[in-house]
């Protein structure tokens, strides 16, 4: 495995993203990604880099080999803790590995034994999917396949927790400092699949004959027809249109916007091909961007790779509101990085929101900060921000087969975890994931949101 070249470009970027995420985009001290003795005019920061063969390195390492360090270990002496569980240290300095993590030199610079540039280019730039083969079956770079499941910290913002860090000892060497702290926000967002619950008389024709054949539910099957007579008939009024307007009233009463992502195409199983120009649906989307919510495009199955379907979707899309349209998030999370990124941003997409796992709820990229996209192959960066996903309905109850108790515990605690580094928690519930079997699911989601308007 080649591990990549840390351009001075790149070494840039991931200054910039953790003096950011700290807090301290206006703080200039020297700094320096070198040597331990690199001279400064004044006291910096030096973060001392790990070997080049580190990143291969950390791939081949057997799963819960990493090494941890108790949060104490690694911030000053005294200074308060934002969290406490231990903290995994991806890679450590090449030199001086018998002295302590963190230290300051006798000049009061600051030396990092930690190479947090290479852990901050690691996860956010998602090179390991580009190097590691292994995909499920719809092509997903899957969680149990990354460095932070293996390793146990995919539920840990480790980039975030490192930006923590870095501030805590600004702030010792500079005590008349005030970082600029965010509040923890929420992202809730919602990928409209489906408009009504079967979109053609086919569908629930053969779903009655299961029901019938398979299931030998009489009760099941007239409940079925009558799902779908009723959004036949009253489709404006069906359950799954009607959720749209309540995830809106929702998000309001948390003073946020809400964000539907909307299919305008695809053809193939997994795509449901409803008609992004259906009238009621058209007046229900510009109802929705009046209240100040964000419509986006929910790019359909084959787009990740494929930049005309893409496009002719995203057209589609812009033609039904009258009005461009800036975010995206992939249909069924499908993504190659960095290809999928490039696509986006070369179709003029400002925010793809597609990074989180189906599989596993937690930061894929080890943030819970939107943040400007690197791509380190090419060794640029992309006009086009990733805001990180961190869990979807369907993880909690579907992938992890969690009830709606033990879904909501993961709630909060994913809250509680973005809430320590000041970030952004980045939800997807899907509007046909309020309804039967969802009900218990939705009413957890609905009581976390709740708590957190509080
Ligand atoms: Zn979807």
Request: proline share 8%; charged share 20%; with cysteine.
């Amino acid at each position: 495995m080649i591990d990549p070249a840390i351009t001075p470009n790149a070494i840039a970027y991931a200054w910039e993203r953790l003096l950011d995420i700290a807090g301290a985009e206006n703080l200039t001290p020297p700094y320096a990604y070198g040597p331990a003795n690199t001279p400064f005019p004044e006291p910096g920061v030096v973060i001392t880099p790990a070997a080049p063969d580190a990143w291969s390195r950390l791939l081949e390492l057997p799963a819960g080999q990493l090494d941890w360090l108790p949060a104490a270990a690694l911030f000053p002496s005294g200074s308060p803790l934002p969290f406490h569980d231990p903290v995994p240290i991806l890679f450590w300095s090449d030199a001086d590995r018998d002295k302590p993590p963190i230290g300051v030199r006798a000049d009061g610079s600051i030396i990092f034994r930690v190479d947090l540039i290479a852990a901050a280019l690691f996860m956010l730039t998602r090179w390991e999917e580009i190097v590691l083969p292994q995909r499920d079956e719809h092509d997903r770079f899957p969680a149990i396949a990354s460095t932070a499941y293996r390793q146990g910290f995919l539920e840990q913002p480790i980039v975030d927790r490192y930006a923590m860090i870095l501030r805590a000892w600004l702030q010792r060497q500079r005590p008349a400092w005030q970082p600029r702290r965010r509040t923890f926000r929420l992202r809730l967002s919602h990928d409209i699949d489906h408009l009504r619950r079967f979109e053609t008389i086919d569908l629930a024709a053969r779903q009655i004959g299961r029901d019938l054949l398979r299931a030998k539910s009489l009760g099941r099957a007239w409940q079925d027809a009558q799902d779908y007579l009723q959004a036949r008939w009253r489709f404006a009024s069906n359950p799954y249109l009607s959720a749209l307007e309540r995830f809106a009233d929702q998000a309001e009463s948390l003073d946020t916007q809400a964000v539907f992502y909307v299919l305008a195409g695809g053809n193939t199983l997994y795509d449901t091909g409803y008609d992004v120009a259906n009238p009621v649906f058209q007046e229900i989307l510009l109802r929705l961007r009046a209240r100040g919510h964000i419509i986006g495009l929910h790019p359909s199955y084959e787009t990740y790779l494929n930049p005309q379907q893409y496009l002719a979707e995203k057209e589609r899309l812009q033609n039904a509101l009258g009005a461009e349209v800036h975010h995206a998030r992939q249909h069924y999370l499908r993504f190659r990085v960095p290809d999928t990124w490039r696509i986006a941003a070369d179709m003029g997409i400002q925010e793809d929101a597609t990074l989180g796992y189906a599989q596993h709820e937690g930061f894929r990229c080890g943030t819970a900060h939107p943040f400007p996209v690197f791509d380190l192959p090419a060794d640029e960066r992309l006009p086009l921000f990733e805001l990180p996903l961190h869990v979807m309905d369907g993880t909690l109850k579907e992938y992890q087969q969690l009830s709606p108790e033990e879904s909501l515990q993961r709630l909060r605690s994913m809250a509680r975890r973005v809430a320590e580094v000041e970030g952004a928690l980045h939800l997807l519930w899907h509007n046909h994931a309020t309804v039967q079997p969802w009900t218990p699911w939705h009413k957890a989601y609905t009581q976390f949101l709740d708590e957190m308007a509080l």
